[in-house]
């Protein structure tokens, strides 16, 4: 793709918590009201009914609800930290999830299992499957809780995407269907519930969606997601799963972190969700990334500019060519840091309850430890939040 100029835009602000940036082909607004019920900062990409409404809980806590093309979708909530580095505070978010599992779960979720496990999703009769069901090729046998678990968060990831996109205006065509193979039988396996929120998903569960608005555009179909990226995206999960076991045997509370987790060795794969716009290899022009597109870092932070080296590995046929190596800011390679954080705590809730007479091994029963301050409700205003910010 040729990058488009856009002359007089800066990069993301690394060294401050709430950027103004240009992504995903428009310019990204923002705006903080100042509410009663407290401080509210609302995003909003471009045109779309798209972004993200961010609410203060207490001093140091913040929850923020996710739209995406006139849908909401989900709540997560955040820890506000601080990182001194080159001489500088930088300030960057954690997620905190809504529970965690005692130690002996996450050693079974990394266990190989005694024999491979042929598992039959139950995409097929789920709306999304039809566009989408051809962009990834699920394994054909488990060997472990991970690989599932890397299945697990695709599909839900193309549901989002698929959500997004069939938000089409009346005035316009229906997005077209991408050709899927023959579906083979369903089992009586769960399908993947459309984005879980904190409690954990069961067969059948999927949130209730607010109306889609008629300003809200569709969205480029997701890019195939081939073998070598599914391999990448389940060794971030197993460090993921490695870091979380570690921590079970920690108290469950908040603790200050030092460097930020996407700097962190072995956190370098990571899937964008927030439209973004990067510089492409002509000098003085950009190109966009998009949700379901993947990156990976190749460096640390520089002292220079406080920017993040990476390379694309996976993208849209618009969006930044696979290859080009470019550079983001802090807050926004965080950012995708939290979001796959979350979908792997998601998938272990999923694994963790009954998957089907036909489903993998079951783990050890475990009871959760519920994090309160993790648990948050989608902003009830949310929509009409990011329908009034221009």
Known sequence: MVGRNLEGRRPAAVGAMREVRPGGGGTIHEASPGLAAGQVHVVRYGNA??????????????????????????????????????????????????????AVY??????????????????????????????????????????????????QSLQTAYQARTAVPASQPAPPAVPVPAAPAVSNAPAVPAVPAAPAPQPGDAPALQSTDASSAP?????????????????????QLQERQAAAATPATLTTQSTPPALRPNHVFFQVVQPLDVAAATPGHYCSLSANDYIKRTGGMSSDDWMIPVVVELSGSSDCPEGLQTRIG?????????????????????????????????GPGVHPTVIADGSAAPDPGALDAIRQTQ
């Not at 496990?117 to 789920?126: D, E, H």
């Not at 969205?219 to 460090?239: F, G, M, S, Y």
């Open 49 to 102: 009914l798209s972004g993200t409404v961010e609410r203060t809980i207490r001093p140091g806590l913040v929850s923020r609800t996710f739209v995406s093309g006139g849908h909401v979708l989900y709540a997560h909530v955040y820890r506000r930290q601080v990182w001194h580095r080159f001489g500088r505070a930088f300030a960057y978010d954690t997620f905190v999830p809504a529970v965690r599992y005692p």
């Open 106 to 155: 996450y050693g079974w979720a990394l266990r190989a299992w005694a024999r491979p496990v042929v598992y039959t999703w139950g995409w097929q009769v789920q709306p999304w499957y039809p566009m989408y069901g051809s962009l990834f090729t699920p394994y054909p046998v488990y060997t472990s809780p991970d690989l599932w678990m890397t299945d697990y968060i695709i599909a």
């Open 219 to 239: 969205l480029e179909i997701p890019p195939a997601v081939t073998p070598q990226i599914k391999a990448q995206l389940d060794a971030e999960i197993r460090v």
């Open 330 to 362: 802090l807050n926004d390679l965080n950012a995708m840091e939290n979001e796959q954080e979350a979908r792997v705590m998601e998938a272990m809730q999923a694994a963790s309850g009954s998957l089907g007479s036909n489903g993998p091994p079951s």
